[in-house]
């Protein structure tokens, strides 16, 4: 594990330069993402850049593959870092009047890729396997430079030995990653494309991998297990392939990348919550929720209500919210299962405020395409929003009314305002006075309106999906809008969503301001890409994605769904009296 952890360090420090084009900088964000959200950031490659320079002028004339300008860059830094570790330690092996260039060269191989703007420019796209060579160049001069350092006391020479075989420790795990992590080349990758599966007509460097730039010539069912097979047999490793479609321009082409498949797996094993970790902090935070929606049930009891009531009426309501839950959970699993796509633990959202703010997961292995991207979280969105009006139709049913009779909730009204689909159902169960400011016989003066617990939990279930349902990062809405309009229009919708919870926050709701960090800081960013980005969801799914909006529009639009509150510690609008 130590060595897959080193690596993916190695892995995490590239990101794309600004002007690579747009498919890579999406895919390097996403990668960069699922690693800095779980390996912490170490001292890497160290090298030259005047030397990557001039080496980089020798591998632009011997190059043969036809890479674009800016990746072609990319490559020669990297095929130079080759070229410095392989010849590196020759040059520190000469005379002693080598020994001033020597000292300068490696003063200068010190500084760090990573914060060196004009070297930056030159790898932004790394090779994984030039990186291990140039971190293990950088070990063995620093264990040359242990062993020429003379023994000035006991405790330097404990000190230099501990270093020592703590290098040594880390040049074995470089050598061990060393083998499972090759560039891949593209030269004999190239003529694996072909006019029955993708039509290659342009190749860069991307990573250990590249991208191709041409056109499906059958549909990707047809081509990607054939594909797979024959740049397998000609790389000698397996592969992962993406079909993805880049604009530059106002011009869209058809792209297949191409990557290790040992190297995708480290991208997903290091963010894995499928570990006993995983699973003890799934269990902590469901013990959790259901004790803030047990908490959060017992302010709706009326006044001088005993453990009888406390049982009788808040019961119902804990059961209708873990309900939803369980139920959005079933659908959840089960239509991953079926595209094959494995999920992490689920996670619970405690709340004060409603008990629960909904159920994060991880996808833990690539998904196969856009439309498992779309029908996973609208499965858990459209089952959460069923279920929720499931019970409050079956409440009113057994009661005859929303009013819950004798086992009735109270709701400060105010839960009901300016909200249009609520407003609604306040018309239903009845307000709580009428025009002249008289309480109507449905309320208590000074506890609020009658709600059935089950037709509460219900109406709870909607706000706590509707949270969910903004198109924010990796919420479930997020992924649905990164499904349908693409990664670059999904961003923007987060970008703006997040600026109106923060409208909200500035006004007075914590709810906002608690909701908005949560979806922009722990589930921000991007999914990483469906194999298959090239094949159209359809109309249907669009249809769907439009209902869904509506319906999130309508809860929680202008207000919050009833949930707002001026203090993080404090009641929202359905507890408490007038």
């Known amino acids: 594990m130590a060595s897959t952890s080193l690596v993916a360090s190695i892995v995490c420090s590239g990101r794309s330069s600004s002007r690579s084009a747009a498919v890579s900088r999406s895919f390097c964000k996403n990668l960069h993402r699922v690693h800095v959200s779980t390996v912490k950031s170490r001292s890497l490659v160290r090298c030259s850049l005047q030397e990557q320079q001039d080496q980089a002028k020798e591998n632009r004339r011997a190059s043969s593959i036809a890479v674009a300008p800016d990746e072609q860059k990319a490559e020669e830094a990297m095929a130079s870092s080759h070229h410095a570790s392989v010849g590196g330690g020759d040059h520190q092996e000469g005379g002693d009047g080598e020994d001033g260039a020597r000292k300068s060269r490696e003063e200068q191989q010190e500084v760090d890729w990573r914060s060196d703007e004009e070297f930056r420019k030159f790898m932004g796209n790394p090779s994984i396997e030039a990186a291990i060579k140039l971190e293990k160049q950088r070990a063995d001069r620093k264990l040359r430079e242990l062993d020429r350092e003379p023994d000035a006391s006991p405790v330097s020479g404990l000190l230099r030995g501990f270093i020592k075989n703590t290098l040594e420790r880390e040049k074995q795990r470089l050598e061990e990653a060393e083998k499972a992590f090759k560039a891949l080349d593209l030269n004999k990758l190239k003529s694996c494309f072909g006019y029955d599966t993708f039509f290659a007509v342009d190749v860069r460097r991307f990573g250990d991998g590249g991208i191709f730039i041409g056109n499906l010539r059958k ?21 992962t392939l993406w079909f993805m479609e880049e604009r530059n321009d106002d011009i869209t082409k058809q792209v297949c990348m191409v990557q290790p498949k040992a190297e995708i797996e480290l991208q997903l094993e290091v963010t894995k919550l499928s570990t006993p970790w ?4 799934a269990v902590a935070l469901a013990v959790t929720t259901f004790g803030t929606i047990a908490l959060m049930s017992g302010f709706f009891l009326k006044p001088g209500a005993s453990f009888d009531d406390y049982f009788s009426d808040v019961l119902p309501l804990f059961g209708g919210f873990l309900s939803i839950l369980g139920v959005s959970e079933i659908a959840t699993r089960l239509t991953a299962a079926k595209y094959g796509v494995k999920l992490s633990p689920s996670l619970l959202v405690p709340s004060n405020w409603t008990g629960c703010l909904g159920v994060m997961n991880n ?8 439309k498992a991207m779309f029908d996973i979280p609208v499965a858990r969105t459209a089952s959460a929003y069923l279920t929720s009006v499931v019970l409050a139709v079956s409440a009113f049913i ?3 009314s929303f009013n819950g009779g004798e086992n009735a909730l109270f709701i400060r009204p105010e839960f009901f305002y300016n909200n249009p689909l609520l407003s609604f159902v306040q018309l239903v169960i009845g307000p709580y006075a009428d025009e002249l400011g008289n309480v109507l016989p449905n309320a208590v003066e000074g506890v609020g309106v009658p709600v059935d617990p089950l037709a509460f939990a219900g109406l709870l279930g909607i706000v706590v999906t509707s949270l969910n349902l903004l198109p924010i990062g990796r919420l479930e809405g997020g992924r649905i809008a990164q499904a349908l309009f693409g990664r670059s229009t999904a961003a923007l919708l987060s970008f703006g969503t997040s600026l109106l919870l923060g409208a909200g926050a500035v006004s ?9 960090l949560f979806a922009t800081f722990i589930r921000g960013g991007e999914e990483i890409p469906a194999q298959d980005e090239i094949t159209p969801l359809g109309s249907e799914r669009y249809a769907w994605g439009f209902v869904l909006a509506v319906v ?3 809860t929680l639009f202008p207000n919050g769904g009833g949930t707002y509150s001026s203090s993080f510690l404090g009641e929202p609008f359905f507890r408490g009296g007038i």
């Open 219 to 239: 549909p990707i069912e047809e081509v990607r297990p054939k594909l797979e097979k024959k740049i397998a047999e000609a790389a000698g490793t397996e592969v």
């Open 278 to 281: 995983g699973y003890l902090s």
């Open 363 to 370: 996808y833990e292995s690539l998904l196969p395409n856009k």
């Open 398 to 400: 057994v009661d005859g």
């Open 508 to 516: 007075g709701s914590v709810l906002c301001l608690a909701w908005g």
């Open 552 to 554: 999130c529009l309508l």
